[in-house]
């Protein structure tokens, strides 16, 4: 069965970098298009960043985050990454990968989701 | 950048019908179809129904949806406790190029 568990999160300083990871199981992770979304605490969903499937270097982000945030994979070990440089406190969040149908059509299968926590 | 626009809360006794709405514009809802997601208190969200109104097998049929122009609905017919939920729809926005999610609604049974 498909599986997303990430990691990675926990407490940094504003200005700080995180790296996060969504390891990929239980499909052909290169074929497909992969997401990651964040959650402030009692918010709502954010759309955060996308990369296309293995092969491809499209990529797109949300306005908040570009120039700060990188996403990308590695398809050999089955594993989305999202680099995260000069953090603020509004990126405080639930983080979670999730994996796009058909690129942007859906988020079929979502990740639990690694806690970020922007404090000094 | 939530530019879809839902209710903030909806709520009925067990048994009754309640409908979510969600207001977009022609560069997202106008063109690209519609995904709603179920957000259960304290876990990760789960797709409900994707393009515009079609449901995963594993999804109760009291759950629909539909679509017309730039906006789109969610019904939930013979309400239980464990709908009890935040609701986010959800689509790509092709002038934007960046997905987009509703502001959420919580569905509450009285």
């Known amino acids: 069965q498909v599986q997303l568990v990430e990691s990675g999160g926990g407490v940094v300083q504003p200005g700080r970098s995180l790296r996060l990871s969504c390891a990929a199981s239980g499909f052909t992770f290169s074929n497909f298009a992969m997401h990651w979304v964040r959650q402030a605490p009692g918010k709502g969903l954010e759309w955060v960043a996308a990369i296309a499937y293995a092969g491809s270097t499209e990529s797109h982000y949300a306005d908040s985050v570009r120039g700060r945030f990188t996403i990308f994979r590695d398809s050999s070990k089955n594993t989305l990454y999202l680099q995260m440089n000069s953090l603020r406190r509004e990126d405080t969040a639930v983080y979670y990968c999730?994996?796009?149908?058909?690129?942007?059509?859906?988020?079929?299968?979502w990740g639990q989701g690694t806690l970020v926590t922007v404090s000094s | 950048q939530s530019v879809l626009t839902q209710p903030p809360s909806v709520s009925a006794a067990p048994g009754q019908r309640v409908t979510i709405s969600c207001s977009g514009s022609i560069s997202n809802i106008g063109r690209s179809y519609v995904t709603w997601y179920q957000q259960l208190p304290g876990t990760a969200p789960k797709l409900l129904i994707f393009d515009d109104n079609k449901r995963p097998s594993e999804i109760s049929d009291r759950f629909s949806a539909s679509k017309s122009g730039t906006s789109a609905t969610l019904g939930i017919t013979g309400l239980q406790t464990g709908d009890e939920a935040e609701y986010f729809c959800g689509t790509w926005d092709r002038s934007l190029s960046v997905y987009v999610f509703g502001t959420g609604t919580r569905v509450t049974v009285l």
């Open positions: 999730a994996r796009g149908y058909n690129w942007h059509e859906r988020f079929d299968f």
